[in-house]
């Protein structure tokens, strides 16, 4: 293998890939990444056998060949090279890559390409096509509510299900569930469904820079996997087993009381109560009151905590139904506020032992439900 690449392009494809690298593997080969000269570009992929990440780059290809060598010593090594041309050369039978720019010269000790986890070909002939832009925002409206836990596997991953052309992406906690649906711009014959790790759709929403550009999504038969194919990059995981509870029961049928707020207003609130709430296992109580006489109804947010001290904010509202205090978990509030899209948001609740459901007003596609929290005293 004897290469020439743009140390600028090298090191945007090693940043891609990295973050599937396995950090503490006892196989020394999951914490390589693979350099493969092929078909007039540069190759580079990683995997941790669960999450894996594939690049392409342009570059000057004098033999084609491939080689894996430890990801880190290759990104920190790139990363100090001069902004010029980078020179890679193997030595096959030592599997030694060796890389000169200007007047700076490396050699890295590398394992065989033959020894690297295979990566096969999807077939890009099943699948949906999304656009970019689109996905990103539905990843970023439900990835957040799921949950880090490890001890309930399947609530660490996204519910993805496509029905004709509605494709839908919901994510759980058990103190909290994000519900997303879009149309595809074409349907698909058979139905979707499966749970892919909120890991690897925060991955995908990194690496998918572009919003126009289209990605692929398939699922390979037999295998357990997912793979996103862009124009220049590719990302592939297993899926997690499981069956992910059946969210729909969760969501109320209905309300008592309708809030209609800003959204940024409500956000604003939100942060300052976080300041004291976080202190307090983060709870921020909620007093909403309907006008009266004509006047606008307001929404009074507050926390306090013993050793920093309380906040309340009020703000206008439009208040439709009875008056309610009801107490939520003040991050999970913010993190969702932080995600609407609308100007304004409508919050609809029940009783303050019920569930509260959050809406950006004039959007029926995205809902957002967040579990109370003990009142007290």
Not at 54 to 75: C, D, H, Q, S
Not at 279 to 305: C, F, Y
Not at 314 to 342: C, H, P, T, W
Request: hydrophobic share 45%.
């Amino acid at each position: 293998m004897k290469i020439s690449v743009l140390q600028e392009n090298l090191a945007q494809g090693l940043n891609i890939v990295s973050r599937a690298v396995s950090p503490r593997s006892t196989h020394a080969i999951l914490s390589n990444v693979l350099i493969a000269a092929e078909d007039g570009r540069l190759k580079l992929s990683a995997t941790d056998r669960e999450l894996g990440i594939t690049a392409w780059i342009g570059a000057k290809i004098e033999e084609p060949g491939a080689t894996t060598v430890p990801a880190r010593t290759l990104a920190d090594l790139v990363a100090t090279f001069p902004s010029d041309t980078i020179h890679m050369e193997l030595a096959v039978r030592t599997q030694t890559l060796q890389l000169s720019a200007g007047r700076s010269h490396a050699e890295i000790k590398g394992i065989d390409a033959q020894e690297f986890p295979p990566m096969p070909e999807p077939d890009k002939s099943a699948g949906i096509e999304l656009n970019a832009g689109d996905f990103k925002e539905m990843i970023g409206q439900v990835v957040f509510a799921a949950s880090r836990d490890d001890a309930r596997p399947v609530l660490t991953g996204v519910l993805v299900t496509v029905e004709g052309d509605a494709i839908t992406m919901a994510a759980a906690d058990g103190f909290r569930l994000s519900v997303r649906k879009a149309k595809l711009a074409a349907p698909l014959d058979q139905p979707l469904r499966a749970i892919v790790p909120a890991r690897a759709l925060n991955e995908l929403a990194r690496i998918a820079s572009d919003d126009k550009e289209q990605i692929h999504m398939m699922l390979p038969p037999g295998r357990g996997q997912i793979v996103f194919s862009l124009k220049n990059a590719e990302l592939r995981c297993q899926l997690v087993e499981g069956a992910f509870p059946e969210y729909n029961q969760i969501i109320p049928n209905g309300h008592k009381t309708r809030t209609v707020v800003s959204a940024g207003a409500f956000l604003k609130a939100a942060k300052q109560s976080e300041i004291f709430a976080r202190e307090s296992s983060h709870i921020a109580r909620l007093d909403i009151k309907p006008g009266d006489n004509g006047s606008p109804g307001t929404v009074e947010i507050s926390a306090q905590s013993e050793e920093t001290g309380s906040n309340d904010s009020k703000i206008d509202a439009i208040v439709e139904g009875q008056e309610i205090l009801i107490a939520f978990n003040v991050r999970y509030l913010r993190e969702a506020l932080d995600v609407m899209k609308s100007s304004d948001v409508a919050l609809e609740t029940t009783a303050p032992a019920a569930p509260g459901v959050i809406r950006p007003v004039g959007d029926q596609d995205f809902l957002h439900v967040i579990m109370p929290m003990h009142l007290g005293k």
